[in-house]
């Protein structure tokens, strides 16, 4: 499965997982709850009931002690209506020895009255209640309204509660007394103290955990008035009521309900819910957790999918396969392996694992000995990384690599990766060619040739042999390459290669050297006369005509040749005299073949003498400036002057061609030309102020100023800025420098136009015909090479390019100064052409300071 995709799909489902922990947790509590709530419905009920039955049994036990207490006083009451009805008679003597023995009793009773004819006659204890005596019940409609409804015979009526005249509350008893001959005597009555009668039947004890009301006012029942209590109990459903009769004819009834209410069984439901909140939080914890467990689990699991898939696709980008191989008796077998191991070893993916022969018949025999022992040594515990070529019909190459896996005793199982290395080795031989051979022409290049001259050496000294060296420099290639683009020089290059290799014979080689440079080791030479033909053959096979885009080019080549052992046993030394022998075909003439020669190396030791003698030579002040007069043609006056330098080493003049090259080389001619340029501009600064004369300073600049690393170029700038605040000054360059066309070249030629410094190509018309750059830079100055000027009179084509050169000069209004003018002849013919300055022998020689001033003042004099 794609990585992306497996992401994708683990991310949904962590996700699933997720919401279905949960919906578990949701379901749990939800359940934990609805368990909860029916169990806590199921102990209020049970409790609920077992109040009920307590305050069942509490209120029956109080009302049948109410019911005892009452009726037994009452039972006192209708004992003493029976006795006075058997003696209607009665004296309040008789009367009080009967009460005072029922008060004996104790009973619950405050008095006792008799009233004969419902007036009271008679009453005990007489003393506290003399005041009742003679109360007419029917003169007291409060008490008449009581005592009217008594009239069947032994009738016991309870009235009350009322307040007592002689206070407090109480109830009042009263039994109609009837004669024994059926007649109404009157009636007894005893009031009952309520506080002592509630106390006697237990009502006011504070363990009472019961709270009761009591209603039925006079014995009324439920319809009197509530008397005892809180009169919400009757309206409360809830309260258990019980009721009482009182008297033979009334009732009271009793409402109660648990003094701390119905409820109270919250300790244990709080405790029930503190227990299921408990009970919820473990199971949602509990749920949580293994929702953890499960999701690292499949977080893991698919983290490991994920990696594999990972491993398996980085395989396949790094053309990496992972193997393990496992030995077994006398054999192996691939115990594990990915898709891309499948896929280089050719590997059936749904073979169970296969032998290792299976992979090795793949291979060539020697490659597959090759990889079979280095398996077996990998199971005796050596590692192996190796480079096979699957079979020599392929290009197919394949690195495997192999470690022991040395946690057991041997032979071990082998853990290892195979790569297809097939482009890597392709690219690293593309990359070997290009080291050791040359892009453009295929040939082998300077390194390479190295090589191989050295091995040829070695093998001519072993077997006494000779060879040869040629060292071939083209002719006029530059000229093909400025005109025609680099393209044809490439093309033309190439094309010399195949000509020289032509030339020559298999075994020996040719070699791209530099630039228009090749070089020739001819193996065997067994006479001299052998690198002469070849030499020859080579000169005449490149002076024929290349077409190149339908152009045709000329070409040629100067060969120089040296011999093993006769001119050098070194690489160097063969190539350096070769060089050396084909600089001297070059200086004569070019297009040729020459040997080396011991005068040449008598040449070439000399320039490296004089090499040396260059670096203190600026030290030690050996170098001084000579000033050549530039004429003007028109009037014949000294306007400018060309400075030279001069070198007088040991009081010799060494010639300035040959140092000034050797300076090139070395870098010393930035140097030379500061000092040039401060010595002349000083000179000729002063002169001109002393002579009130001014004239143009003309200098020389070596090309490689302008390429300079350290800050040659900023030093030379410094003092020519300078040095033009106080003259005229114009830098002669070369061609050669404005072919280049650097960025860096316009910007110092910019810069020296705005310092008001002129710019003049000197030698003009040598090597390079290119005049587009004539127009592309700030020249101002054009001077004719002496090698033009020279001929005139005797050649008439450099007559036609001279004359050439001053019209287009003036057309580009360029300055146009000829230089080596020796004879009247040419100078007469510049003249007539209209050439504006002149320079040369037959002026001057180049001049010493002093004489250089001489020939001003004379010139002065001559002029007045
Ligand atoms: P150049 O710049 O073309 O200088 C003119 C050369 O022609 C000078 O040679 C001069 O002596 C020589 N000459 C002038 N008139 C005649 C004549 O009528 N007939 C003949 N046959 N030769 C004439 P010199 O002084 O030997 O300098 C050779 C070259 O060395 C110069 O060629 C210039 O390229 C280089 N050079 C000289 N001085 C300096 C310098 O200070 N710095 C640099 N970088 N190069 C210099
Ligand atoms: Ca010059
Ligand atoms: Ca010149």
């Given at each position: 499965m794609p990585l992306a995709k497996m992401t994708q799909n683990l991310s949904i489902e962590l996700n699933l997982l997720r919401r279905r922990a949960a919906y578990i947790c949701v379901l749990v509590i939800i359940?934990?709850?609805?368990?909860?709530?029916?169990?806590?419905?199921?102990?209020?009920?049970?409790d609920y009931q077992n109040k009920q039955l307590q305050v069942t049994q509490q209120l029956t036990g109080l009302t049948s002690k109410l019911s005892g207490l009452i009726n037994s006083n009452l039972f006192l009451l209708s004992g003493l209506s029976a006795h006075i009805g058997m003696k209607p008679d009665i004296t309040q003597a008789e009367f009080e020895a009967y009460a005072s023995s029922i008060f004996r009793q104790e009973p619950?009773?405050?008095?006792?009255?008799?009233?004969?004819?419902?007036?009271?006659?008679?009453?005990?204890?007489?003393?506290?209640?003399?005041?009742?005596?003679?109360?007419?019940?029917?003169?007291?409609?409060?008490?008449?309204?009581?005592?009217?409804?008594?009239?069947?015979?032994?009738?016991?009526?309870?009235?009350?509660?009322?307040?007592?005249?002689?206070?407090?509350?109480?109830?009042?008893?009263?039994?109609?007394?009837?004669?024994?001959?059926?007649?109404?005597w009157g009636i007894t009555s005893a009031p009952i103290l309520t506080r002592k009668l509630y106390q006697a039947a237990g009502l006011l004890q504070d363990n009472l955990t019961i709270e009761v009301a009591i209603r039925g006012k006079d014995g009324r029942g439920i319809n009197g008035e509530v008397f005892y209590g809180n009169a919400t109990l009757f309206t409360d459903q809830r309260s258990i009521t019980t009721t009482l009769d009182?008297?033979?004819?009334?009732?009271?009834?009793?409402?109660?309900?648990?003094?701390?209410?119905?409820?109270?069984?919250?300790?244990?439901?709080?405790?029930?819910?503190i227990s299921f909140i408990i009970l919820a939080l473990l199971l949602t914890i509990i749920v949580s957790y293994r929702y953890r467990q499960f999701y690292n689990e499949k977080n893991f699991r698919q983290t490991l999918q994920k990696n594999q898939a990972l491993l398996e696709e980085v395989s396949k980008i790094a053309l990496v396969g992972g193997w393990q191989i496992t030995p077994e008796k006398r054999t192996f077998r691939f115990t594990l392996w990915n898709e891309q191991t499948a896929k280089i070893f050719g590997l059936q993916t749904d073979s169970q694992h296969p032998l290792t022969e299976e992979v090795l018949c793949q291979f060539d025999k020697p490659q597959a000995n090759h990889l079979r022992s280095c398996i077996t040594n990998a199971t005796l515990g050596h590692t192996f990384d190796t480079e096979l070529q699957v079979s020599a019909k392929s290009d197919r190459w394949i690195r495997i690599i192999g470690k022991p896996i040395a946690n057991t005793e041997p032979p071990f199982s082998v853990l290892g990766s195979v790569q297809d290395i097939t482009e890597r080795k392709r690219f690293t031989d593309k990359i070997q060619h290009q080291a050791i051979y040359d892009q453009l022409t295929g040939l082998p290049n300077r390194l390479l040739f190295n090589?191989?001259?050295?091995?040829?050496?070695?093998?001519?000294?072993?077997?006494?042999?000779?060879?040869?060296?040629?060292?071939?420099?083209?002719?006029?290639?530059?000229?093909?390459?400025?005109?025609?683009?680099?393209?044809?020089?490439?093309?033309?290059?190439?094309?010399?290669?195949?000509?020289?290799?032509?030339?020559?014979?298999?075994?020996?080689?040719?070699?791209?050297?530099?630039?228009?440079?090749?070089?020739?080791?001819?193996?065997?030479?067994?006479?001299?006369?052998?690198?002469?033909?070849?030499?020859?053959?080579?000169?005449?096979?490149?002076?024929?005509?290349?077409?190149?885009?339908k152009n045709k080019v000329y070409c040629g080549a100067s060969i120089g040749i040296s011999v093993f052992?006769?001119?050098?046993?070194?690489?160097?030394?063969?190539?350096?005299?070769?060089?050396?022998?084909m600089y001297e075909v070059k200086r004569s003439g070019?297009?040729?073949?020459?040997?080396?020669?011991?005068?040449?190396?008598?040449?070439?030791?000399?320039?490296?003498?004089?090499?040396?003698?260059?670096?203190?030579?600026?030290?030690?002040?050996?170098?001084?400036?000579?000033?050549?007069?530039?004429?003007?043609?028109?009037?014949?006056?000294?306007?400018?002057?060309?400075?030279?330098?001069?070198?007088?080493?040991?009081?010799?003049?060494?010639?300035?061609?040959?140092?000034?090259?050797?300076?090139?080389?070395t870098g010393r001619i930035n140097e030379i030309d500061r000092f040039v340029l401060k010595t002349a501009s000083e000179h000729i600064s002063s002169l001109s102020k002393t002579y009130s004369y001014p004239i143009e300073l003309s200098i020389n600049v070596s090309p490689r100023v302008f390429s300079s690393k350290d800050n040659a170029l900023d030093q030379w700038l410094t003092i020519l800025s300078r040095a033009s605040e106080h003259m005229a000054i114009t830098v002669e360059i070369t061609e050669r420098l404005l072919i280049e066309e650097s960025d860096r070249i316009?910007?110092?030629?910019?810069?020296?136009?705005?310092?008001?410094?002129?710019?003049?190509?000197?030698?003009?018309?040598?090597?390079?015909?290119?005049?587009?750059?004539?127009?592309?830079?700030?020249?101002?100055?054009?001077?004719?090479?002496?090698?033009?000027?020279?001929?005139?009179?005797?050649?008439?084509?450099?007559?036609?390019?001279?004359?050439?050169?001053?019209?287009?000069?003036?057309k580009l209004d360029l300055e146009i100064v000829a230089e080596g003018i020796e004879t009247l002849e040419q100078l007469t013919m510049l003249k007539k052409w209209n050439c504006d300055y002149g320079q040369g022998y037959y002026f001057d020689k180049p001049l010493s300071a002093v004489d250089f001033e001489q020939r001003i003042h004379r010139t002065l004099v001559d002029d007045q």
């Amino acid at each position: 499965m794609p990585l992306a995709k497996m992401t994708q799909n683990l991310s949904i489902e962590l996700n699933l997982l997720r919401r279905r922990a949960a919906y578990i947790c949701v379901l749990v509590i939800i359940l934990v709850f609805t368990a909860e709530l029916i169990l806590e419905k199921y102990f209020k009920e049970a409790d609920y009931q077992n109040k009920q039955l307590q305050v069942t049994q509490q209120l029956t036990g109080l009302t049948s002690k109410l019911s005892g207490l009452i009726n037994s006083n009452l039972f006192l009451l209708s004992g003493l209506s029976a006795h006075i009805g058997m003696k209607p008679d009665i004296t309040q003597a008789e009367f009080e020895a009967y009460a005072s023995s029922i008060f004996r009793q104790e009973p619950l009773l405050v008095n006792m009255a008799a009233a004969r004819d419902l007036v009271i006659t008679h009453i005990y204890p007489l003393k506290q209640n003399l005041a009742a005596l003679g109360l007419n019940y029917r003169l007291t409609e409060k008490q008449w309204n009581a005592v009217k409804i008594l009239d069947t015979r032994g009738e016991m009526v309870v009235a009350g509660p009322l307040d007592m005249v002689q206070g407090g509350e109480a109830i009042i008893g009263r039994v109609t007394v009837f004669t024994a001959d059926d007649k109404f005597w009157g009636i007894t009555s005893a009031p009952i103290l309520t506080r002592k009668l509630y106390q006697a039947a237990g009502l006011l004890q504070d363990n009472l955990t019961i709270e009761v009301a009591i209603r039925g006012k006079d014995g009324r029942g439920i319809n009197g008035e509530v008397f005892y209590g809180n009169a919400t109990l009757f309206t409360d459903q809830r309260s258990i009521t019980t009721t009482l009769d009182v008297g033979t004819t009334g009732s009271w009834q009793l409402a109660a309900q648990p003094r701390d209410g119905w409820q109270d069984a919250s300790g244990t439901i709080w405790l029930l819910r503190i227990s299921f909140i408990i009970l919820a939080l473990l199971l949602t914890i509990i749920v949580s957790y293994r929702y953890r467990q499960f999701y690292n689990e499949k977080n893991f699991r698919q983290t490991l999918q994920k990696n594999q898939a990972l491993l398996e696709e980085v395989s396949k980008i790094a053309l990496v396969g992972g193997w393990q191989i496992t030995p077994e008796k006398r054999t192996f077998r691939f115990t594990l392996w990915n898709e891309q191991t499948a896929k280089i070893f050719g590997l059936q993916t749904d073979s169970q694992h296969p032998l290792t022969e299976e992979v090795l018949c793949q291979f060539d025999k020697p490659q597959a000995n090759h990889l079979r022992s280095c398996i077996t040594n990998a199971t005796l515990g050596h590692t192996f990384d190796t480079e096979l070529q699957v079979s020599a019909k392929s290009d197919r190459w394949i690195r495997i690599i192999g470690k022991p896996i040395a946690n057991t005793e041997p032979p071990f199982s082998v853990l290892g990766s195979v790569q297809d290395i097939t482009e890597r080795k392709r690219f690293t031989d593309k990359i070997q060619h290009q080291a050791i051979y040359d892009q453009l022409t295929g040939l082998p290049n300077r390194l390479l040739f190295n090589n191989r001259l050295k091995k040829s050496i070695v093998k001519c000294r072993r077997e006494n042999k000779k060879l040869a060296v040629l060292f071939i420099d083209l002719d006029h290639f530059k000229p093909v390459n400025d005109n025609l683009g680099h393209s044809a020089g490439d093309f033309l290059l190439k094309e010399v290669g195949n000509r020289i290799r032509n030339c020559i014979r298999e075994s020996d080689t040719v070699a791209r050297y530099s630039g228009d440079e090749f070089i020739v080791i001819l193996n065997d030479i067994k006479e001299t006369k052998i690198p002469v033909s070849i030499s020859q053959n080579i000169i005449d096979s490149i002076s024929k005509t290349f077409t190149i885009n339908k152009n045709k080019v000329y070409c040629g080549a100067s060969i120089g040749i040296s011999v093993f052992p006769d001119d050098g046993d070194s690489v160097e030394e063969l190539v350096s005299n070769a060089d050396q022998a084909m600089y001297e075909v070059k200086r004569s003439g070019r297009n040729g073949w020459q040997f080396f020669t011991k005068a040449m190396q008598v040449v070439s030791e000399k320039r490296h003498l004089l090499r040396n003698k260059l670096v203190t030579a600026v030290h030690n002040n050996e170098f001084s400036v000579v000033y050549q007069p530039i004429v003007d043609l028109t009037d014949n006056k000294i306007k400018k002057c060309e400075a030279l330098v001069r070198w007088q080493h040991n009081g010799q003049f060494i010639p300035t061609d040959e140092f000034i090259s050797l300076a090139e080389e070395t870098g010393r001619i930035n140097e030379i030309d500061r000092f040039v340029l401060k010595t002349a501009s000083e000179h000729i600064s002063s002169l001109s102020k002393t002579y009130s004369y001014p004239i143009e300073l003309s200098i020389n600049v070596s090309p490689r100023v302008f390429s300079s690393k350290d800050n040659a170029l900023d030093q030379w700038l410094t003092i020519l800025s300078r040095a033009s605040e106080h003259m005229a000054i114009t830098v002669e360059i070369t061609e050669r420098l404005l072919i280049e066309e650097s960025d860096r070249i316009m910007w110092v030629l910019t810069k020296l136009k705005a310092l008001g410094i002129a710019i003049a190509i000197d030698d003009f018309g040598t090597g390079y015909s290119s005049l587009s750059y004539l127009t592309k830079f700030p020249i101002d100055i054009i001077k004719i090479d002496q090698s033009f000027v020279r001929k005139l009179g005797e050649e008439p084509v450099p007559e036609a390019l001279i004359e050439t050169m001053i019209t287009l000069s003036h057309k580009l209004d360029l300055e146009i100064v000829a230089e080596g003018i020796e004879t009247l002849e040419q100078l007469t013919m510049l003249k007539k052409w209209n050439c504006d300055y002149g320079q040369g022998y037959y002026f001057d020689k180049p001049l010493s300071a002093v004489d250089f001033e001489q020939r001003i003042h004379r010139t002065l004099v001559d002029d007045q």
